[in-house]
C-alpha cells in the first residue's frame, strides 16, 4: 500500500523544487505561471532509520523501503474550476490523492514573481480553497442528480434518500468555501458519498515554502500558515526547497548528518512531511527481516495481523494461523531473535492481534 500525495498550490511557490527535491529528479521549474504542465509523478522510499538498522542487523541481500507516489499538480488559480490557467485538467489528479499538501510560499524574492504580486499565504490558501469547493459544487450538483433519479427506484429509494441528505449537509459549507473533511461526517456518510471523490474531503498538509533563514527560525508568514492549520485540525511543515535540493546532491551519509547538524536539524524538512502525511493518514509501518531481505509495510492503525498479512500478499490473509511477533526496539536492545527469545520478548499472537507501529513479524500461513 503506497501513500499517494499530491502536491498543489498557486504558480511560482516552489512545487516543483521542492518535488525535485523529493524524487531526486529534475520536475519543470521555472519562473513563470504553469511552467508545469504535465503533471509529474515520482516514487519515493519512507526514510526510516528503523528499515537502515534491522538492515545492519540481518545484512540481507536487498532492502526495501514503504513508498510515497507524488504527484507534481501544474499551478490552480483563480478561476481553475471554470478552467482559467489550466487549471481544471488537474483536478482528477488531486481527486486521484489520498491526501494533498499544499505548498504555500513563505519567503520573500523579488527575483521570483508571485502571481498575485504580493506575498500573503493565507489569502493563497482561500484562494485555492474557494477553487477546490467550486469543483466539488459541481461534483455536487451532478451526484444530486443521479440520486433524485434514483428515487423512482423503490431498490435504490432509501440510499437515495440518505445520499440527499448528506448533500443537502455539505452543500452550504461548500458555498462558504468551507472544506467537507471539517463537517465531521460519520463513516457511514462519508461511505455512501465515497463514489464522488471529493477533494475538500481529503485530508491537506501545508507545506510552508521558506528560505535559508526561516529554516530554523521560521517567520511571520509561517505563523500565519501554521495558525490556519491548527484552526483546521492538521498540521504545517516548513520546507526550504532550495535547500533540500541541495542536500539530495550530497550522497555521503556523514557530509548529510554535518549539513543538518549546522543548522540544528534532526531531520530533513521532505522526511519530516512524509512522517507528517502518515501521521495525518493514520498509517503505520511493520517490518519482515531475513538474510534475503529486510522490509517495511505500510498499514492502517488498528489493522489485525491477518490483515497486514494481506498487505504481503492476499494469500497470509486467507491462510493466516498465526503471527510470530517483537519489537523493532528489542532487536536494537538484544542484538539477536535468540537473545529476544530469552527474555521473553517473542511473541505468538492471533487473528484478534493489533498491529503496532515497529512491530517485526513472521506470518505463519496455510494455503
Given at each position: 500500500?503506497?501513500?499517494?500525495?499530491?502536491?498543489?498550490?498557486?504558480?511560482?511557490?516552489?512545487?516543483?523544487?521542492?518535488?525535485?527535491?523529493?524524487?531526486?529528479?529534475?520536475?519543470?521549474?521555472?519562473?513563470?505561471?504553469?511552467?508545469?504542465?504535465?503533471?509529474?509523478?515520482?516514487?519515493?522510499?519512507?526514510?526510516?532509520?528503523?528499515?537502515?538498522?534491522?538492515?545492519?542487523?540481518?545484512?540481507?541481500?536487498?532492502?526495501?523501503?514503504?513508498?510515497?507516489?507524488?504527484?507534481?499538480?501544474a499551478g490552480l488559480v483563480k478561476g481553475?474550476?471554470?478552467?482559467?490557467?489550466?487549471?481544471?485538467?488537474?483536478?482528477?489528479?488531486?481527486?486521484?490523492?489520498?491526501?494533498?499538501?499544499?505548498?504555500?510560499?513563505?519567503?520573500?524574492?523579488?527575483?521570483?514573481?508571485?502571481?498575485?504580486?504580493?506575498?500573503?499565504?493565507?489569502?493563497?490558501?482561500?484562494?485555492?480553497?474557494?477553487?477546490?469547493?467550486?469543483?466539488?459544487?459541481?461534483?455536487l450538483a451532478r451526484r444530486r442528480e443521479?440520486?433524485?433519479?434514483?428515487?423512482?427506484?423503490?431498490?435504490?429509494?432509501?440510499?437515495?434518500?440518505?445520499?440527499?441528505?448528506?448533500?443537502?449537509?455539505?452543500?452550504?459549507?461548500?458555498?462558504?468555501?468551507?472544506?467537507?473533511?471539517?463537517?465531521?461526517?460519520?463513516?457511514?456518510?462519508?461511505?455512501?458519498?465515497?463514489?464522488?471523490?471529493?477533494?475538500?474531503?481529503?485530508?491537506?498538509?501545508?507545506?510552508?515554502?521558506?528560505?535559508?533563514?526561516?529554516?530554523?527560525?521560521?517567520?511571520?508568514?509561517?505563523?500565519?500558515?501554521?495558525?490556519?492549520?491548527?484552526?483546521?485540525?492538521?498540521?504545517?511543515?516548513?520546507?526550504?526547497?532550495?535547500?533540500?535540493?541541495?542536500?539530495?546532491?550530497?550522497?555521503?551519509?556523514?557530509?548529510?548528518?554535518?549539513?543538518?547538524?549546522?543548522?540544528?536539524?534532526?531531520?530533513?524538512?521532505?522526511?519530516?512531511?512524509?512522517?507528517?502525511?502518515?501521521?495525518?493518514?493514520?498509517?503505520?509501518?511493520?517490518?519482515?527481516?531475513?538474510?534475503?531481505?529486510?522490509?517495511?509495510?505500510?498499514?492502517?492503525?488498528?489493522?489485525?495481523?491477518?490483515?497486514?498479512?494481506?498487505?504481503?500478499?492476499?494469500?497470509?490473509?486467507?491462510?493466516?494461523?498465526?503471527?510470530?511477533v517483537y519489537s523493532c526496539e528489542d532487536?536494537?536492545?538484544?542484538?539477536?531473535?535468540?537473545?529476544?527469545?530469552?527474555?521473553?520478548?517473542?511473541?505468538?499472537?492471533?487473528?484478534?492481534?493489533?498491529?503496532?507501529?515497529?512491530?517485526?513479524?513472521?506470518?505463519?500461513?496455510?494455503?
Amino acid at each position: 500500500m503506497a501513500l499517494n500525495c499530491g502536491i498543489l498550490g498557486l504558480p511560482n511557490v516552489g512545487k516543483s523544487t521542492i518535488f525535485s527535491a523529493l524524487c531526486s529528479t529534475v520536475a519543470d521549474a521555472a519562473n513563470y505561471p504553469f511552467s508545469t504542465v504535465k503533471a509529474n509523478v515520482g516514487i519515493i522510499s519512507v526514510p526510516d532509520f528503523r528499515l537502515d538498522k534491522l538492515s545492519a542487523i540481518f545484512v540481507p541481500e536487498r532492502t526495501i523501503g514503504a513508498t510515497v507516489e507524488f504527484v507534481d499538480i501544474a499551478g490552480l488559480v483563480k478561476g481553475a474550476s471554470r478552467g482559467e490557467g489550466l487549471g481544471n485538467q488537474f483536478l482528477s489528479h488531486i481527486r486521484d490523492a489520498a491526501v494533498y499538501t499544499h505548498v504555500v510560499r513563505c519567503f520573500e524574492n523579488s527575483d521570483v514573481i508571485h502571481v498575485n504580486d504580493k506575498i500573503d499565504p493565507v489569502s493563497d490558501i482561500e484562494i485555492i480553497d474557494i477553487e477546490l469547493a467550486l469543483a466539488d459544487l459541481q461534483t455536487l450538483a451532478r451526484r444530486r442528480e443521479r440520486a433524485e433519479k434514483s428515487l423512482k427506484n423503490q431498490a435504490e429509494k432509501k440510499n437515495s434518500e440518505f445520499v440527499l441528505s448528506i448533500l443537502d449537509k455539505i452543500g452550504p459549507a461548500l458555498e462558504e468555501a468551507k472544506p467537507i473533511r471539517s463537517l465531521g461526517l460519520s463513516p457511514e456518510e462519508k461511505a455512501a458519498i465515497y463514489d464522488c471523490h471529493f477533494i475538500t474531503a481529503k485530508p491537506v498538509l501545508y507545506v510552508c515554502n521558506v528560505d535559508e533563514k526561516g529554516i530554523v527560525s521560521g517567520n511571520a508568514y509561517v505563523e500565519a500558515v501554521k495558525k490556519r492549520a491548527q484552526s483546521e485540525g492538521t498540521e504545517a511543515v516548513s520546507i526550504c526547497g532550495k535547500f533540500e535540493a541541495d542536500l539530495c546532491g550530497i550522497e555521503n551519509p556523514e557530509e548529510k548528518k554535518a549539513f543538518l547538524d549546522d543548522l540544528g536539524l534532526e531531520e530533513t524538512g521532505l522526511s519530516s512531511l512524509i512522517h507528517s502525511a502518515y501521521k495525518l493518514l493514520g498509517l503505520r509501518t511493520f517490518f519482515t527481516t531475513g538474510k534475503d531481505e529486510c522490509r517495511a509495510w505500510t498499514i492502517h492503525t488498528g489493522d489485525t495481523a491477518p490483515k497486514a498479512a494481506g498487505v504481503i500478499h492476499t494469500d497470509f490473509e486467507k491462510g493466516f494461523i498465526k503471527a510470530e511477533v517483537y519489537s523493532c526496539e528489542d532487536i536494537f536492545h538484544y542484538g539477536t531473535e535468540a537473545k529476544i527469545k530469552e527474555a521473553g520478548k517473542y511473541r505468538l499472537e492471533g487473528r484478534d492481534y493489533i498491529v503496532q507501529d515497529g512491530d517485526v513479524i513472521f506470518f505463519k500461513f496455510n494455503i
